[in-house]
């Protein structure tokens, strides 16, 4: 059984979420957020909430009530490129540089362990 969750139009690079994310890629979900939790960059505080998210939305499912949130792991977490918002810059000789602050999409699914 899973569940998912997206978090959308989240304000960080998807290239320095992306990073933080291969740390949690596959891991049982209460090492995946104990990760994010004590880790310092920036880009792991909305992968944790995506995660919680996503936890949420499992044990939400009728069939969910029955598990515990130790029985699960992150089974996808996808980063995807959001809109770029463009801005500039002054820049020398009269010149404007442009500035691109770039949002991303986390995708979560987590999945209860299969029965070996």
């Known amino acids: 059984m899973e569940a998912k969750a997206v978090a959308k139009w989240v304000r960080k690079s998807p290239l ?21 939790h004590f880790s310092e960059t920036a880009a792991s505080e ?11 939305n499992m044990l939400n499912k009728e069939e969910g009530s029955k598990l515990s949130p ?10 995807d490129e959001g ?18 602050r770039r949002t991303c999409h986390i ?3 987590v999945a209860d362990k299969p029965v070996n």
């Open 16 to 36: 320095k979420v992306r990073r933080v994310a291969k740390l949690v890629r596959g891991k049982v979900v209460k090492d995946a957020l104990n990760i994010l």
């Open 46 to 56: 909305p992968l944790e909430k995506a995660i919680r998210s996503a936890v949420a």
């Open 70 to 79: 130790e029985d699960l792991y992150v089974k996808e977490l996808r980063i």
């Open 83 to 100: 809109y770029m918002l463009k801005r500039f810059r002054a820049a020398s000789m009269g010149r404007a540089t442009r500035i691109r």
């Open 107 to 109: 995708s979560v699914v």
